[in-house]
């Protein structure tokens, strides 16, 4: 590896100011994605200097884990760190925790200078943007008392396991992946878990109708008291005074039922971090507005990860098509695409995203994305708990949801990868292995 | 204290010192290891933490359960009989592993 500059930059003189010289490449937010950036970069042999900037205390660390091995604790926190600090050291990355970035000025050829809460000023020649997002705040009455929570980053996790020993019934809000992933993980541990779904089914527009059905039933039949179609109006604490009064002790619905809960969990998705973009006057639609280097409207930074509004990378997906993702699998090649962008090789990000999420004993793997489908194929071995869909738009296959099926989700990844084709017809006998069946064209 | 020696495709053998209770897969990533890509975080939904595990060295491993089967299926680079899923693949005290790493992972 090359030299590298400087980790403290000298000062020239510029007129009667004392300018910083800007060195290097400045990552604010040191997450899944800020943490691909530069471990690609380094791969790809950029020599320039690289700070790694987040405003957690935490050394980098894998967030999937948080709702379901770490909460449940069959996992340590150590084995959720991305990287060694030797590893860091090494390969000349600096690591800055606990420093959040409140403004940034930036000048026409990317450079610029970051400023922290603490005071703290980072310069840097380019800039990259891997903020993710934070989580939707439920603004009712009662939303401030002690154990309503939220479930995003380490510190959230680390409290939810603090008040879950005393906790016998939890209310958790928001039938997505994290609300059920994480109140699987709490059944699990024995309490009384009710999930409150605002909307008519499960998970969103993430799956199809019938993954949907399949879930609410799955988990039903696993001891989740699951209520669609209902909210919460507010939260109350004990009324008698003493020790409790600021904590959390029910949650009353729109139709006037009282569910006791010591700890209320609130997963209603997220909202992506662009004060910083919006501050620097970049694009910002539903996230930043990248293209498809991953380079932002000022054309020098990049913005990579949960808080990038991309065009669509599925191969062969209608122009213009715009899409956020929130997934690992999107940090990690989203941000390839960006180190190649800051090296000055031109990658288009192509691919095909996806996604997993354990809840109980249920794998979910989902393969491609399934917006747009004109027709699915179910299958389903109920004997073996397996259970696949797959979805067509104009008989081509074009998304898979499989649970406990990772035959029929390798299957389905691999054709879209490769381009082929599942032929829906030949795909209803459970008993074919997807694989045998997959045609070139 | 466990040793894993990671051989790449091209044949370059780096040598990583672990700690009791990890998997091969984490003793990989923590220190950078090329070869090993590990998506899933080590959760059995990914198949890129594909290795193959030296001849002699499969007799000290347990056994592989249904699902890491399945997911052997899907690697980039095809299973041969000594392919494992490295995210399971537990150090105990002094073992020493050799595998080799394939092409790609994805
Ligand atoms: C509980 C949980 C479970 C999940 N499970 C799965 C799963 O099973 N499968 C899957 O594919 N994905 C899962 N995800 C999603 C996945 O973790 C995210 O898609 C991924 O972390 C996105 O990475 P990112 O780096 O883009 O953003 P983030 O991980 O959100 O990281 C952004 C970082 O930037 C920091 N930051 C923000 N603003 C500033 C600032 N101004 N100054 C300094 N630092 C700042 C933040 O604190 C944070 O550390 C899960 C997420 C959560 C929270
Ligand atoms: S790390 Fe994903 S399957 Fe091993």
């Known amino acids: 590896m090359g030299t590298h500059a400087a980790a403290q930059p000298t000062s020239v003189t510029a ?162 992946f994290i609300g059920l992933e994480a109140a699987s993980s709490l059944h699990k541990m024995g309490r009384n878990v009710t999930v409150l779904e605002f909307g008519p089914r499960l998970v969103g527009r993430a799956v199809g109708e019938e993954t949907a059905e399949y879930f609410l039933q799955a988990h039903r039949a ?156 179910l299958r389903r071995d109920e004997e073996r708990g397996k259970f696949s869909v797959l979805y067509y738009r104009q008989g081509r296959i074009i998304a898979a949801d499989c649970v406990n099926a990772p035959l029929d989700f390798m299957a389905v990844k691999n054709a879209l990868a490769k381009g082929r084709n599942i032929p829906a017809d030949a795909a209803e006998d459970t008993a074919t292995p997807l694989k045998t069946i997959t045609t070139d064209s | 204290m466990p040793t894993v020696h990671f051989t790449d495709a091209q044949g370059a053998v780096r040598d990583v010192q672990g700690n009791a209770g990890d998997s091969v897969m984490e003793t990989a990533v923590r220190n950078g290891v090329p070869g090993i890509v590990a998506e899933c975080g080590g959760s059995l939904s990914c198949a890129t933490c594909h290795v193959f595990v030296r001849e002699d060295c499969v007799s000290q491993l347990p056994p592989m359960e249904d699902m890491e089967d399945e997911m052997l299926y899907g690697t980039a680079v095809d299973r041969e009989d000594n392919s494992r899923l490295s995210c399971q693949l537990r150090l105990t005290d002094d073992i020493e592993l050799f595998v080799t790493t394939p092409e790609t992972q994805v």
């Open chain 1, 15 to 176: 007129g009667a100011q004392t300018l910083p010289t800007r060195t290097g490449l400045l990552i604010i937010g040191a997450s899944q994605s800020g943490v691909q950036l530069a471990v690609s970069l380094r791969a790809l042999g950029f020599d320039e200097h690289i700070t790694l900037l987040g405003d957690e205390d935490h050394r980098p660390y894998q967030r999937p884990a948080l709702s379901k091995e770490f909460l449940q604790g069959t996992v340590e926190s150590e084995s959720l760190i991305f990287r060694s600090n030797e590893y860091w050291a090494e390969h000349n990355v600096e690591l800055v925790k606990g420093e959040y970035i409140v403004r940034i000025d930036k000048e026409a050829d990317g450079s610029g200078v970051a400023h922290a809460s603490s005071g703290r000023e980072f310069p840097f020649k380019r800039l990259a943007l891997t903020v993710g997002a934070r989580a939707r705040k439920l603004d009712i009455d009662g939303g401030d008392l002690d154990g309503v929570l939220y479930l995003r980053n380490a510190d959230d996790a680390l409290a939810l396991k603090a008040r879950v020993g005393n906790a016998t019934d939890v209310v958790v809000i928001g039938g997505g």
């Open chain 1, 222 to 377: 696993r001891g989740l008291d699951i209520r669609l179609n209902t909210s919460a109006a507010r939260f109350t604490a004990n009324d008698a005074a003493g020790e409790n009064q600021n904590s959390v002790a029910a949650v009353e619905l729109q139709d006037g039922t009282v569910l006791p809960a010591q700890i209320v969990l609130i997963g209603i998705g997220v909202i992506p971090n662009t004060q910083l973009a919006e501050q620097l006057g970049l694009a910002v639609d539903n996230g930043v507005v990248v293209d498809r280097f991953a380079l932002a409207s000022d054309g020098t930074t990049v913005a990579v990860g949960d808080v990038a509004n991309m065009p669509n990378p599925v191969p062969g997906s209608e122009p213009g098509e715009r899409i956020r993702l929130e997934s690992v699998n999107n940090a990690i090649e989203h941000a390839k695409v960006a180190a190649y962008s800051l090296t000055g090789r031109r990658e288009e990000y192509a691919g095909i995203p996806w996604f997993w999420s354990n809840q109980a004993d249920l794998k979910l793997q989902i393969a491609g994305l399934c917006n747009g489908y004109d027709r699915t194929v």
